[in-house]
Nanobody
Framework: QVQLVESGGGLVQAGGSLRLSCAAS????????MGWFRQAPGKEREFVAS????????YYADSVKGRFTISRDNAKNTVYLQMNSLKPEDTAIYYC?????????????????WGQGTQVTVSS
């Protein structure tokens, strides 16, 4: 069993930055691909970014490309999401997730374990 705990959310003005963290329990963290998703009120949960277990490969949704950066520290069992140039439309609950797929996963159904989420609110 894996537990994921997100932190770092909050209220920020448009154009500002936040860094989300996701701490994972379990010794096998470093062997799994990880991802971030978000869900805005009244909308489906959508893919944001994913990172391979090595940290070498990453993939981003077009809406965040160039503004968000996903990274990981396997020694700390933690994955990060650095969010810059935030926009009001980035407002959502952000979830980290762990995948057992070999390829870099971008679909919700490819992820097995989920955190409880952290709220990000961007004011205009």
């Amino acid at each position: 069993q894996v537990q994921l705990v997100e932190s770092g959310g909050g209220l920020v003005q448009a154009g500002g930055s936040l860094r989300l963290s996701c701490a994972a329990s379990g010794r096998a963290f470093s062997t799994y691909n990880m991802g971030w998703f978000r869900q805005a009120p009244g909308k489906e949960r959508e893919f944001v970014a994913s990172i391979s277990w090595t940290g070498i490969f990453t993939y981003y949704a077009d809406s965040v490309k160039g503004r968000f950066t996903i990274s990981r520290d396997n020694a700390k069992n933690t994955v990060y999401l650095q969010m810059n140039s935030l926009k009001p439309e980035d407002t959502a609950i952000y979830y980290c997730a762990l995948s057992r797929y070999n390829d870099l996963p971008i679909k919700r159904e490819q992820y097995t374990y989920w955190g409880q989420g952290t709220q990000v609110t961007v004011s205009s």
